[in-house]
C-alpha cells in the first residue's frame, strides 16, 4: 500500500507561480512512476507530468516550457514547478504512483488561476 499526501495549491493570478508537492510512504521500492495530472470541470483527467525514479521525465503539450518535475528520491517527495500560469490551467491536481504492486491516487489539491 502506498499513501499519497500533496500539498501546495491555492489561487494565484495569471502569469504567477506555484510549487505542488507530493510525499509518498508506505511499500515504495524498486522501479516508479509519480506524476501529476488534473482534471477541470466537464473534463477529462490528463497528465501533466511525470517522472521516473531514475529521472525520466515527460510532460504534457500544455504545460512543456512552464511546468517542472522534480523528485528527491531519498525523502520520497515529488515536486511540481508551475510558472507563467493561465486560467486554463485551473483544475484539481492529482499525485499518482505506480509501480509493481499497482497505481495510487492522492486527494487531490485546487489549482486556481484567476485575477
Do not use: H
Not at 25 to 44: D, E, L, N, V
Not at 52 to 71: H, L, Q
Not at 105 to 112: D, E, H, L, P, R
Amino acid at each position: 500500500q502506498v499513501r499519497l499526501v500533496e500539498s501546495g495549491g491555492g489561487l494565484v493570478q495569471p502569469g504567477g507561480s506555484l510549487t505542488l508537492s507530493c510525499a509518498a510512504s508506505g511499500s515504495i521500492f524498486g522501479y516508479y512512476y509519480m506524476g501529476w495530472y488534473r482534471q477541470a470541470p466537464g473534463k477529462q483527467r490528463e497528465l501533466v507530468a511525470s517522472i521516473s525514479n531514475e529521472g525520466s521525465a515527460n510532460y504534457g503539450d500544455s504545460v512543456k516550457g512552464r511546468f517542472t518535475i522534480s523528485t528527491d528520491n531519498a525523502k520520497k517527495t515529488m515536486n511540481l514547478q508551475m510558472n507563467s500560469l493561465k486560467p486554463e490551467d485551473t483544475a484539481v491536481y492529482y499525485c499518482r504512483f505506480s509501480n509493481s504492486l499497482g497505481l495510487y491516487w492522492g486527494q487531490g489539491t485546487q489549482v486556481t488561476v484567476s485575477s
